[in-house]
């Protein structure tokens, strides 16, 4: 089945600064990859996907990448702000006529220093 | 729009008592997914049901866990006997049809002493 892996586990930048999350998929087969932020003691939302046909998708201050050969992607959050603190999860699925099982990554927890 | 509602939002039993979660997904969502999230980890599926029927299983421990979606609206999530290990955040999550976004709920914490 697959496997998802997350790095790093933590992840501590300056305001304004970028942050960067990596994350590798065992199952060349899967072909969407979300990613979820979650502030403590809330539930995960998502704040950006891809699917494996898109090499790149950007939305405002975040991005994400895609390299299916080698099987990992990223996400790139831009001119950081105080708000981007929490922990961030990739997953990744094989998605067939709308059925899909996600399999998470272990988290990042993002803090952004004033 | 009226997101995943779950309740209870805590709970704490003792070890080999039972403890069931319910799960109200959004309006008109056939899929519904339960999660186990351990402190520190990420959600790990444990179910999976299109409307009434079941999807996926295979990481339910099911001599001890059980699951329903009886009218393929709500679900409920049972353990019994409970165990220190199954102590988590256990999250439920709806899909609409061939969308690809799952919406969580705000989850139970359990905490099995």
């Known amino acids: 089945g697959e496997n998802v892996e997350q790095h790093p586990s933590t992840l501590s930048v300056q305001e304004g600064d970028s942050a960067v999350i990596k994350c590798t998929y065992s199952?060349?087969?899967?072909?969407?990859f979300p990613w979820y932020k979650q502030e403590l003691g809330k539930r995960p939302q998502l704040i950006i996907d891809?699917?494996?046909?898109?090499g790149e998708k950007k939305d405002q201050r975040i991005a994400v990448t895609l390299n299916k050969t080698a099987k990992h992607f990223s996400l790139h959050i831009t001119e950081t702000q105080p708000e981007d603190s929490a922990v961030y999860f990739c997953?990744?699925?094989?998605?067939?006529?709308?059925?899909?099982?996600?399999?998470f990554g272990q988290g990042t927890r993002l803090t952004i220093n004033p | 729009e009226a997101g995943v509602a779950q309740s209870p939002r805590y709970k704490i039993i003792e070890k080999r008592q039972s403890v069931a979660f319910w799960c109200n997904p959004i309006s008109g969502h056939a899929t519904l997914y339960w999660y186990q999230q351990i402190l520190g980890q990420g959600p790990k599926l444990l179910i999976q049901f299109q409307n009434n029927g079941v999807v996926d299983d295979s990481q339910l421990p099911k001599d001890r866990f059980s699951a329903e979606r009886l009218k393929g609206v709500d679900s409920t999530l049972k353990i019994q006997p409970a165990k220190l290990e199954d102590s988590a955040v256990y999250l439920c999550?709806?899909?609409?049809?061939?969308?690809?976004?799952?919406?969580f709920g705000p989850g139970t914490r359990l905490t099995v002493t």
């Open positions: 199952d060349s087969a899967s072909n969407y």
């Open positions: 891809i699917r494996s046909n898109v």
């Open positions: 999550a709806s899909k609409a049809g061939r969308g690809n976004e799952q919406y």
């Open positions: 997953a990744a699925s094989l998605a067939l006529q709308g059925a899909q099982k996600l399999v």
